[in-house]
C-alpha cells in the first residue's frame, strides 16, 4: 500500500495540480494586495473618500456602544456586522483574478493552434472494387488485383 501511494504522490499531474495551487495561492496574495493597496483606494477616493474594507452594517452592537469608526474597531468590541465593504473587494479580486485566467488560456489556446501542422494528404485509399484499404499511391488493388484509375489532380 505504501507503493501504491508513493506512486500516487510522483504521478506528473498530482505534482503539477500541487505546483499549480501553490502558485494560485502565491497569485492570489499578490491580486488582493493589488485590489486593496492599489485599486480600491482611488475607487474610493473618486466616489467621495470612501474606504470600502470600512464599509459595513451593524446588527447588534457590541461593548462599548457604537458608532464605531471602523470596522476594526465594531470587530473589537464584539458587534455583529454585514461587512459589505470587504465582499466588494473580493468580488474585484476575483474579477481580476478571472481576467487575468481568460487572457492565459486565451494566450495558451492561440499557442497551440500555432502549432498544429497543416493537413497533410491521406496516406491510404479505399479499392472502389473491394473496398480493401491500400496505399494512396497504389496503380492495382493488392486484394483484388483491379487496375485503379488514375488519382485525380484536383
Do not use: H, W
Not at 505504501?2 to 505546483?19: C, H
Not at 502558485?23 to 467621495?48: H, K
Not at 493537413?119 to 480493401?132: A, F, I, M, V
Request: contains cysteine; aromatic residues 8%.
Amino acid at each position: 500500500m505504501l507503493q501504491e501511494f508513493k506512486e500516487f504522490i510522483m504521478r506528473g499531474n498530482v505534482v503539477d495540480m500541487a505546483v499549480g495551487i501553490i502558485v494560485g495561492a502565491a497569485f492570489g496574495t499578490i491580486v488582493r494586495s493589488l485590489v486593496d493597496d492599489i485599486i480600491m483606494p482611488p475607487v474610493g477616493l473618486l466616489l467621495g473618500g470612501v474606504n470600502f474594507a470600512n464599509m459595513f452594517i451593524l446588527l447588534r452592537a457590541g461593548s462599548p456602544a457604537a458608532p464605531y469608526a471602523s470596522l476594526a474597531d465594531a470587530q473589537a468590541a464584539g458587534a455583529v456586522t454585514v461587512n459589505y465593504g470587504l465582499f466588494i473587494n473580493t468580488i474585484v479580486s476575483f474579477l481580476i483574478v478571472a481576467l487575468v485566467m481568460f487572457l492565459l488560456i486565451r494566450s495558451i489556446n492561440r499557442l497551440k493552434r500555432k502549432e498544429k501542422a497543416p493537413p497533410t494528404e491521406p496516406t491510404t485509399k479505399e479499392c472502389p472494387y473491394c473496398l480493401s484499404t491500400i496505399p494512396a499511391k497504389a496503380t492495382r488493388c493488392a486484394y483484388c488485383t483491379a487496375e485503379l484509375p488514375p488519382a485525380s489532380t484536383t
